[in-house]
């Protein structure tokens, strides 16, 4: 939170505004979850959005829903816009949200956030095993982004090749900004641990 305040203050010199996107907020292994207003200067700040949605920890992707906390002035101009795009979620969308709080689903998606942190335990060290780099281990969501570099030199061609031979599905780096994309592979653990260890198995095979 110290580290999105301190964005919120360049922004703010510089006459800007600060959108922070917490989509992924509740799917964090070890580290604290909180919301960016929990700090008492952004949750004062006139200039502070935070988008969130019930797609990724509520595990209701498809459902097209979510919220937008605004400062208070601009509420009214925010709500122009919402009647012009979308009105309103629909009633079943807005009734299972509320159901997604009752405490037995939260006891299911903490149980959920549980098996997710061991599946990165587990694929992790399987990749690094087969020549995968991957600087830091995640600390939330549920992919691992893995340099390829000693495996191949072009992530989009070695994303073809596993999908095309291996039947592995991975996502290249060029999704997914300037840094050194073609060196790099988006990897998801959203399947149980024996099809990870297989999808594993079948990338070692391409190299033999």
Do not use: C
């Amino acid at each position: 939170i110290d580290e999105i305040a301190a964005l919120h203050a360049v922004t703010r010199r510089r006459g800007g505004l600060l959108l922070v996107d917490e989509i992924y907020q509740g799917l964090t292994y070890g580290i604290d979850s909180a919301t960016a207003l929990a700090h008492p200067a952004l949750n004062a700040a006139d200039d502070v959005f935070v988008v969130n949605s019930f797609s990724k920890y509520f595990g209701m992707t498809g459902w097209r829903l979510g919220w937008l906390v605004a400062p208070t002035p601009l509420v009214r101009e925010i709500e122009k816009l919402a009647q012009h795009f979308f009105i309103s979620p629909s009633s079943p969308a807005q009734h299972a949200a509320l159901a997604a709080f009752e405490p037995a689903t939260l006891e299911i998606l903490e149980a959920r956030r549980t098996e997710f942190a061991a599946r990165r335990n587990v694929l992790l060290p399987a990749l690094q095993e087969i020549g995968f780099t991957i600087a830091t281990e995640p600390q939330g969501a549920f992919y691992i982004y893995a340099d390829i570099s000693k495996l191949a030199d072009d992530s989009e061609a070695l994303a073809r090749r596993m999908i095309e031979e291996a039947g592995v599905a991975a996502t290249p780096g060029l999704d997914f900004g300037h840094h050194l994309p073609r060196r790099h592979l988006r990897i998801a653990y959203t399947t149980r641990e024996s099809r990870l260890l297989e999808a594993v198995e079948r990338i070692s095979a391409l190299r033999a």
